[in-house]
């Protein structure tokens, strides 16, 4: 593993090797003293050419448990509002030494241009609508710590797939470790070309629903065109929303996750996200120990799987 | 391969070593015994059920994985992280780390510095199953099944049943 860009080329044995090591960070992270020297001298530059909190937060804070230092970009701040181009600013950054970078961008497969230009590691924060992989880690451990396995748990994502790299990610990784995934979006919201993903595709959340072990909320991504494919909000909730009503129709045991911003009162009511089986929390916390995995196999190299 | 140690050489080795915590330490009220990833886990929790039944109390057992704290991390490939899980606190109490052959001290040195993120222990001693020589760092053991003298180029493997479904210890040339 050279670079973590996509969730497509990740095999079984490599995603559990990622997953097995997650939870190894999630014992070091309930500790008093949640830091390891590990990557003591390592230098990890997060660039982030889109607005984001928690994913930088979250990579931050991983860096820094590990004893990594981190240098911090954000596009309005910088150069590029100068006229600087995205190579070189990537090259300028990595001659001031760096290990390792991680890239934000709004532009599909910008990190791969990246990781073509530079001779670090590049771990792909969110490439527009296309892919997030650390999410689907997330994502992944935070399901398998609740199920002890994502195989043959039935998991629903609901609402704007066609926008969302979270729903692109998550449905590689959630297929390669078994579970049995079904997209639940309006046709306008599904995914132009998706006869190869590994899944089922449905516009009825009503008829889905009684049969899912774990409910995937999406935001309605305004700022990507999603809100423009039906008439209103309220509409979206009535037909796509877990409200409290249907949160009671789900079986007993199952569980709510959402990559976050959640829009109270859209995708989600407020009571079902403050429900005790909303995992929504569980997966900011997973999402630290999953990229200290990442950062940890990347600089590290990688086991033998 | 020639065969050191069988089962019965090893359970005898385990329960010599439950008795010397147990005199060593007068008891075993604050004792917390840490077995180091992967093999040091079951030896660990064997070495407390002898250890308990000698003192007709629990004994607390930890997990400790030193993945994190390897001083070659930049020069070999890096292993899968387990879970580093130590029951209640090590602050004053007695920590014997576990593990199943002591060679260079590299791994027991990450340990130890692991377990000073965790806590303050009144003490920490070492129980290993083989003790092969060599050591490049000034680390000893307090409580050794088998003094194994080696030379630099055989391998010493250890088997147990829990993991490998077979147990005993054995040496072997390598060129």
Redesign the interface.
Known sequence: MNHLLTTQDLDRDHLTMLLDTADGMVSLLERDIAKAPTLRGKTVATMFFEPSTRTKLSFDKAAKALSADVMSFTASSSSLTKGESLKDTVLTVQALGVDLMVVRHGATGAPWRVAEWVDVPVVNAGDGAHQHPTQALLDSLTLRQHFGTLDGVKIGIVGDIRHSRVARSNVFAFATLGADVTLIAPPTLLPVANSEWPVHTTSELDDALTGLDAVYLLRVQSERGGASVFPSLGEYRARFGLTAERFKRLKPDAVVLHPGPMIRGVEIDAVVADDPRSLVLEQVTNGVAARMAVLYHLLGGEADV | MKRVLDEKDVARAIRRIAHEISERNRGAGDVILVGIHTRGIPLADRIGRELAAIEDTEIPLGTL?I????DD??S??????????IPDTIEGRTVVLVDDVLYTGRTIRAAL??LT???RPARIQLAVLVDRGHRELPIRADYVGKNLPTSEKERVTVHLQEIDGEEGVWIEATL
């Open positions: 994985d993945g994190l704290y390897r991390f930049a070999r490939p890096a292993p899968v992280i387990g879970r580093t899980d510095d692991a993120d965790m806590g």
